[in-house]
């Protein structure tokens, strides 16, 4: 990486080309400008074959110079510094400043192009390329640019060892406020790389580590729990925290359960639940869902089921009262 300062004092980090990249982008864009140039070439052949000699010699030299020398600087101008060989090598020229290009600076890379690529096949842009810092060939020291890689290859992230069951819950109410988070950086990068270090070393830096946490927390870890194992689960109970702080509690929050009651045709399942997805209702003895739920009734206020219809049945203070016909005939 190289460390490129911009006119507002930004560090930024750009990783440059170096010479087989740059290599293929400049052989893709000379295959490309060369492909052009020959079939205008063989147009204008036969469009001035009329013409006199000096006449030709004009429009070859006009087209070798639009062509082969204008066309890059003139796609590099409009396209911020990305040529069809750059473009699909992913790469990019900027200034020194990080900034995107210009047409003057488009112009001396394509002049000193001339010099370097076309009229020595190469030779002095890889040498230029191979002894700077930073491979720039003399175009790009003129015009004060890099050419820098754009598509970097992502790190593979590495997951964080999950911590031994008989830890998982033990550090709930911990307080893990006032722990940086270059230090959860730390620990992150030990238990995904504990496995590659030294046992020696990587103890000795479980225990560093440890220490710093017990110290940002308040709480030492519980006895006979190793270093790592607690660094482990701190992190899985970070984590935890994280996701539950992110998600939220979603999920079903009632557990269903179910009720016998006696009714006339036999035991009557009352399945009911609270939560997201509780769902009440009544299901029959014969597995058919029963018109609706009803909820229960204080017995003082039921009826015997034992009636028959148009009998008469005690009621509240003693009185007789008729229970209504439903047509329902309870069994003998």
Do not use: N
Request: glycine share 12%; aromatic share 4%; with cysteine.
């Amino acid at each position: 990486m190289s460390d490129v300062v911009t006119g507002d004092a930004v560090v930024l980090g750009l990783q440059p080309a170096r010479l087989p990249s740059r290599a293929l982008a400049v052989l893709i864009d000379l295959v490309v400008v060369w492909a052009v140039y020959l079939l205008v070439t063989l147009g204008l052949a036969v469009a001035t074959a009329s013409l006199d000699e000096a006449a030709v010699m004009a429009l070859s030299i006009a087209s070798f110079l639009l062509i082969l020398v204008g066309a890059p600087i003139a796609v590099e101008t409009l396209s911020h510094g990305r040529s069809l060989g750059k473009l699909a090598c992913g790469l990019r020229v900027v200034r020194d400043d990080g900034g995107p290009i210009r047409f003057r600076h488009a112009l001396v890379r394509g002049a000193m192009g001339v010099v370097e690529i076309l009229m020595t096949f190469g030779v002095v842009a890889c040498v230029a390329s191979l002894v700077s810092e930073r491979g720039r060939r003399l175009g790009d020291v003129f015009a004060g640019t890099l050419v820098v890689r754009e598509r970097i290859p992502a790190a593979r992230v590495l997951a964080v060892p999950p911590p031994p069951p008989w830890l998982v819950g033990r550090f709930a109410g911990l307080d893990l406020s006032a722990v940086p988070e270059s230090l959860w950086l730390e620990i992150r990068q030990y238990l995904t790389r504990a496995r590659e270090l030294d046992p020696a070393v990587g103890r000795r830096l479980a225990e560093r580590l440890a220490d710093e946490l017990v110290a940002r927390t308040g709480t030492p870890p519980p006895p006979g729990v190793p270093a790592d194992a607690y660094l482990a689960g701190v992190v899985a109970e970070r984590q935890t925290r994280e996701a539950r702080r992110a998600f939220g509690s979603a999920g079903v929050t009632g557990v269903p359960g179910a009720t016998g009651v006696p009714g006339a045709s036999g035991a009557v399942g009352v399945a009911g639940g609270s939560g997201v997805a509780g769902v009440s209702g009544v299901v029959g003895a014969v597995g058919m869902p029963a018109p609706g739920f009803v909820p229960p009734v204080a017995p003082s206020t039921v009826a015997p089921a034992a009636a028959a219809p148009g009998v008469a049945s005690p009621g509240a203070g003693g009185q007789e009262t008729t229970a209504p016909a439903t047509g329902f005939a309870p069994p003998a």
